[in-house]
């Protein structure tokens, strides 16, 4: 008979227990300023397209996610002194220390709500509409002096996936910031009562990361369904093996051919 040990992992040390946490919370905050990078990135394309290519070098780029990885790093360190194993064997658990209950309950839930959703949500939110904005000024522009009208479907798409995106993410990112502040005020799941309360806890836990990664992964998908230009070139991106061998194959024919004629015009 196999028996699978379903055991916390953070419950087997206090190293362990302050790794699960810091790693799980920095990748959920890190991929979410990454997404507002993006957003930067595509404003200071929009807005300053002459200098787009000076911000945006490599050593720049390389530079503010490096400090940025730092600083959250050096955020979420705290894991290894507030979280250590609690209980008695068997039934041991991964979580906040008495002296840190308070910290744990009331103020790092509100902190991680700020750095994980609010500031990325606001700042992507607010840069989008500048994007909409000024490109909606480059259309209208276009359509009165030039009188172009292609525009229009173009720039109502690019509206819905900027919006969408925004939308998407403050969606999948909230929740699991929402369940911490309210658990810990309200204390729904007090994982020191009894195991059942502990598998309750780290199920719904569980549940709302799982959907914070959603907003990693789903992303793609999104821009799949919302964009036709994203669609044709995500189409070209899997045609180009098969271009490059055929314009390959069919200049490596027009050579043969060539030299054959050039062979038969020495004789």
Same mark, same amino acid.
């Given at each position: 008979?196999?028996?699978?040990?379903?055991?916390?992992?953070?419950? #087997?040390?206090?190293?362990?227990?302050?790794?699960?946490?810091? =790693?799980? /919370?920095? $990748? &959920?905050?890190?991929?979410?300023? *990454?997404?507002?990078?993006?957003?930067?990135?595509?404003?200071?394309?929009?807005?300053?397209?002459?200098?787009?290519?000076? #911000?945006?070098?490599?050593?720049?780029?390389?530079?503010?996610? =490096?400090? /940025?990885? $730092? &600083?959250?790093?050096?955020?979420? *360190?705290?894991?290894?002194?507030?979280?250590?194993?609690?209980?008695?064997?068997?039934?041991?658990?991964?979580?906040?220390?008495?002296?840190?209950?308070?910290?744990?309950?009331?103020?790092?839930?509100?902190?991680?709500?700020?750095?994980?959703?609010?500031?990325?949500?606001?700042?992507?939110?607010?840069?989008?509409?500048?994007?909409?904005?000024?490109?909606?000024?480059?259309?209208?522009?276009?359509?009165?002096?030039?009188?172009?009208?292609?525009?229009?479907?173009?720039?109502?798409?690019?509206?819905?996936?900027?919006?969408?995106?925004?939308?998407?993410?403050?969606?999948?990112?909230?929740?699991?910031?929402?369940?911490?502040?309210?658990?810990?005020?309200?204390?729904?799941?007090?994982?020191?009562?009894?195991?059942?309360?502990?598998?309750?806890?780290?199920?719904?836990?569980?549940?709302?990361?799982?959907?914070?990664?959603?907003?990693?992964?789903?992303?793609?998908?999104?821009?799949?369904?919302?964009?036709?230009?994203?669609?044709?070139?995500?189409?070209?991106?899997?045609?180009?093996?098969?271009?490059?061998?055929?314009?390959?194959?069919?200049?490596?024919?027009?050579?043969?051919?060539?030299?054959?004629?050039?062979?038969?015009?020495?004789?």
């Amino acid at each position: 008979m196999i028996v699978f040990d379903m055991k916390d992992p953070g419950s #087997y040390s206090d190293f362990l227990c302050g790794l699960q946490w810091v =790693a799980n /919370t920095f $990748v &959920l905050q890190y991929n979410a300023w *990454i997404l507002m990078y993006m957003a930067g990135e595509r404003t200071i394309a929009v807005f300053m397209p002459l200098h787009a290519k000076q #911000y945006l070098c490599h050593r720049n780029i390389i530079a503010v996610l =490096a400090i /940025t990885a $730092v &600083l959250l790093f050096g955020l979420n *360190i705290h894991f290894w002194i507030t979280e250590k194993v609690q209980g008695v064997e068997p039934n041991t658990y991964c979580f906040y220390t008495p002296e840190y209950q308070h910290f744990g309950n009331y103020i790092w839930p509100w902190i991680d709500f700020v750095v994980m959703s609010l500031v990325p949500f606001t700042v992507i939110l607010i840069l989008n509409i500048c994007i909409i904005v000024k490109m909606g000024k480059v259309y209208y522009n276009r359509r009165v002096n030039m009188n172009v009208t292609t525009d229009s479907a173009a720039f109502a798409n690019m509206t819905v996936i900027l919006l969408v995106v925004c939308a998407w993410f403050f969606l999948t990112t909230a929740p699991k910031a929402i369940f911490l502040i309210v658990e810990g005020v309200g204390g729904i799941y007090d994982v020191s009562r009894s195991p059942e309360n502990q598998a309750w806890f780290y199920l719904a836990l569980a549940t709302v990361t799982l959907f914070a990664y959603l907003n990693n992964s789903f992303n793609f998908v999104l821009y799949i369904v919302t964009s036709s230009k994203f669609r044709k070139e995500l189409s070209h991106l899997f045609k180009c093996g098969r271009y490059v061998e055929k314009h390959v194959s069919h200049t490596s024919q027009s050579n043969s051919h060539a030299s054959a004629q050039s062979g038969m015009s020495r004789h």
